[in-house]
Nanobody
Framework: QVQLVESGGGLAQSGGSLRLSCTASGMTFSAYIMSWYRQGPGKQRDLVASISNAGNTNYADSVRGRFTISRDNTKNTIYLQMNSLKPEDTAVYSC????????????WGQGTQVTVSS
């Protein structure tokens, strides 16, 4: 049974930092493309950042230069280092795992709340 468990969310001040983690189990972690998505109040869920099994990264324009995604295949974990946080970064952040060759097979974590105060 595949499980993705996020942690590290919470309250931060504008300009502050948080680091999110997503730990996977029940899957061959190193084979999966891992992504962070977020859904703000009244908004659709959007891609924040992704990292391939080879370590290639991709970022949304709104977070590029402020957020960094990384992975540790020895710990089955991805991270999202979030710096220079803004109130508009407030959202539920969720991680997603999928295989490049099987895009219809994917798994989601339960999400973690990030709130940035001005």
């Amino acid at each position: 049974q595949v499980q993705l468990v996020e942690s590290g969310g919470g309250l931060a001040q504008s300009g502050g930092s948080l680091r999110l983690s997503c730990t996977a189990s029940g899957m061959t972690f190193s084979a999966y493309i891992m992504s962070w998505y977020r859904q703000g109040p009244g908004k659709q869920r959007d891609l924040v950042a992704s990292i391939s099994n080879a370590g290639n990264t991709n970022y949304a324009d709104s977070v590029r230069g402020r957020f960094t995604i990384s992975r540790d295949n020895t710990k089955n974990t991805i991270y999202l280092q979030m710096n220079s946080l803004k109130p508009e970064d407030t959202a539920v952040y969720s991680c997603k795992a999928h295989l490049q060759t099987e895009p219809n097979i994917y798994f989601w974590g339960q999400g973690t709340q990030v709130t940035v105060s001005s």
